[in-house]
Each structure stands twice: as C-alpha cells, then as structure tokens.
C-alpha cells in the first residue's frame, strides 16, 4: 500500500520559513517524479514545485521561484519543500504527490498525479 504522509506546516509570519517533509512507503522512490501541490482555500489545486526521479533536475511555479526549494533523500524515501520569504498568498494545504515518470522535472497537472497525501496546513500571517 502506498503512503505519502507529509508533515512541517504551521503558523508562520511573512517573510518567515517552514520545510515540509513527505515521508513515502511502498512504492519504489527512484521511478517516480515528487511534486507539491496546494490548495487554497475556494481555490483550485495549484503545481508549486517538482523533483526528477534522480534528484538532479527540479521545476518551480513562477509564484515559489527564488523562494521554495524541492529536495529529496533517496535513501530515506523522502522529499522536501523548503520554503522561505514566506507571503501571506502561500497561505494554503500543501499536498506531496507523485507521478511514475522517470523524466526531468516539468510542469505536471495537478490532476494528472498518481498518489497523494493527506496534505498539511501552512498559515502565513501578514
């Protein structure tokens, strides 16, 4: 069975960091492209960033650019999203998901992934 259980969110004020965690069990780490997504509330889900199934490639949202930075431990299954210069905007439930796809990282549709977490809350407070 497939888990993605994400942690890290909280209450952060602008201009403020957290780093999410996604811990994975039961798939094979190195055949899948990682990805966060998130959520807004009234909104649709949103890409944020995505990492290569080898870790040497990424791709970022325009809005995260410069201030977000996807990672992974291959040897602890795991991927990451260090996220700093914190806006109220990122305000939102952010999802770790992952499509099998052993290609560089891209824009990938958010609806088009084939394993999800629970997702975590983040709060920027102006």
């Known amino acids: 069975q497939v888990q993605l259980v994400e942690s890290g969110g909280g209450v952060v004020q602008a201009r403020g960091s957290l780093r999410l965690s996604c811990a994975t069990s039961?798939?094979?780490?190195?055949?899948?492209?990682m990805g966060w997504v998130r959520q807004a509330p009234g909104k649709e889900r949103e890409f944020v960033a995505t990492?290569?199934?080898?870790?040497?490639?990424?791709y970022y949202a325009n809005s995260v650019k410069g201030r977000f930075t996807i990672s992974k431990d291959n040897a602890k299954n795991t991927v990451f999203l260090q996220m700093n210069n914190l806006k109220p905007e990122d305000t939102a439930d952010y999802y770790c998901?992952?499509?099998?796809?052993?290609?560089?990282?891209?824009?990938?549709?958010?609806?088009?992934?084939?394993?999800w977490g629970k997702g975590t809350l983040v709060t920027v407070s102006s």
């Open positions: 998901a992952a499509k099998k796809l052993r290609i560089a990282a891209a824009y990938l549709d958010p609806h088009a992934m084939d394993y």
């Open positions: 990492i290569s199934w080898s870790g040497v490639s990424t």
């Open positions: 039961g798939l094979t780490f190195s055949s899948y492209t």
